[in-house]
């Protein structure tokens, strides 16, 4: 590939990524923070006419905005690292070189369904059992990983693998199951049970939690050199996810307090 047609590629994909993420992830906080909060207070009167018009639109951007942010997420890594020649070290054998692609893409085209076997599993009825299994499984696949790949590579790709499961998250548990409630709201369809509702809100926060640690493994690997080029990089990466997953309760705690409603 001819290296200006390339520089012009990345940075038009990359300029394309982050705006499709910010559209995400807006609408992802906005749910989770505010509307989530304020639609506890409503009658049943109000959903009927409040939900059916709030939900679809924002949902419209929401999921557009995932399958975009991710899309644009694969090629620009196929560019970058794939076509680039980045994905591994550059003493890496050919068979290093066939894991380290193999291995990555199946767990970001298939991580989610193993993450969604766990939640669905009686591990995940408990909230903190299923946090720690998680957290297991994500240092276990992040030592593996940095078995056979660069660091650099490391870290976007684990970014790639959890934002896999945050896409499908959206478009395989949270919009199906809006999907029902918006039609028994306008009457088109059967009302649902409540475990529908609480799998949506599940999913939704779950992508809270992931979203922060992605986030991270998008920007850092720009800057944050020592991190991923450390021999213990896994285990930095591990950190951020725990760092990040401690962020998030922060936030859903703020959300829930009464502070946010105080006037200036």
Do not use: C
């Not at 809006?178 to 009457?187: A, C, N, Q, V």
């Not at 640690?213 to 591990?238: C, K, Q, R, S």
């Amino acid at each position: 590939m001819d290296p200006t047609f390339q520089q012009y590629l990345d940075a038009g994909l990359r300029w394309f990524h982050v705006v499709a993420g910010v559209i995400w992830m807006s609408q992802l906080f906005f749910f989770n923070f505010v509307h989530a909060v304020v639609a506890r207070g409503y009658d049943e009167q109000m959903k009927r006419k409040l939900v059916p018009e709030l939900m679809p639109r924002a949902l419209y951007f929401f999921r557009w905005g995932a399958l975009f942010t991710w899309l644009s997420g694969l090629v620009l890594i196929g560019v970058v690292y794939h076509v680039g020649g980045l994905m591994v070290p550059t003493d890496a054998t050919p068979l290093q070189r066939g894991i380290a692609f193999g291995a990555s893409q199946a767990l970001i085209y298939f991580g989610f369904f193993l993450y969604d076997l766990l939640w669905k599993s009686p591990l995940g009825k408990n909230e903190t059992v299923g946090a720690l299994v998680s957290l297991g499984l994500f240092a276990a696949m992040a030592f593996g990983l940095s078995r056979v790949m660069a660091g650099r590579a490391l870290w976007l790709h684990l970014g790639a693998i959890l934002g896999s499961i945050m896409m499908l998250n959206v478009w395989m548990r949270i919009w199906p199951a809006h999907k029902k409630i918006i039609r028994g709201l306008k009457e088109t369809g059967p009302t649902p049970g409540p475990e529908v509702a609480a799998l949506a809100s599940l999913r939704s926060k779950h992508n809270v939690y992931l979203s922060i640690p992605v986030l991270f493994f998008m920007v850092a690997p720009h800057t944050f050199t020592l991190g991923y080029a450390d021999e213990l990089n896994w285990a930095w990466a591990t950190g951020a996810v725990i760092a990040g997953w401690a962020a998030a309760k922060f936030l859903f705690h703020k959300a829930n307090s009464p502070a946010p409603l105080k006037a200036p």
